[in-house]
């Protein structure tokens, strides 16, 4: 009996494993992209949850024009913040948005999220490309 026992958890034991994986992977939330749990945590409250922005105070990520045009000032953005008027799918925005602090990892996720779940570009950031981004940014004038 303990013999049959063993066997079956041997047998069974590999294939509960992938159970589990293709759970996690496909079914559960845990998998989503790393930069969305930044975007979520430092970006969504004044962005909102899907990058719409909010009403007349804060521009929309989602699909953002200018977003598009300067993802290369993304980073610079970030680290030191923005205090001029900007234009965003032809509406003007006057909102201040302040320097976020984050790491060069939890930046280049962030900013490979924005790239390809809301901005809809073909750009890639690691993490040493966004340090070599935000040394330039006073060099950018940004």
């Known amino acids: ?6 066997k079956i958890a041997f047998i069974g034991f590999p294939f509960f494993c992938i159970a589990v994986f293709l759970y996690m992977t496909y079914f ?22 899907n ?9 929309p990520l989602a699909d953002a024009d ?3 045009q300067n993802m290369d000032s993304l980073p610079c953005w970030l680290f030191h913040g923005m205090n001029t008027p900007i234009t965003v799918n032809g509406k003007k925005y006057e909102q201040t948005m302040y320097s976020i602090s984050m790491s060069e ?21 690691k993490a040493d490309s966004v340090l070599i981004v935000m040394k330039r940014c006073g060099q950018m004038g940004l």
């Not at 009996?1 to 063993?6: A, E, S, V």
């Not at 559960?28 to 949850?49: E, F, I, L, Q």
């Not at 990058?51 to 521009?59: A, I, N, Y």
Request: glycine share 6%; net charge positive; aromatic share 8%.
């Open 66 to 68: 200018m977003a598009k």
């Open 28 to 49: 559960n939330a845990a998998y989503d992209h790393p930069g969305k749990y930044v975007y979520k945590s430092r970006c969504a409250s004044c962005h909102g949850d």
């Open 51 to 59: 990058g719409e922005g909010t009403q007349s105070l804060v521009p």
């Open 105 to 125: 990892v939890e930046m280049a996720n962030l900013l490979n999220y924005l790239a390809s779940d809301m901005v809809h570009v073909n750009k890639h950031y």
């Open 1 to 6: 009996m303990k013999n049959k026992l063993r």
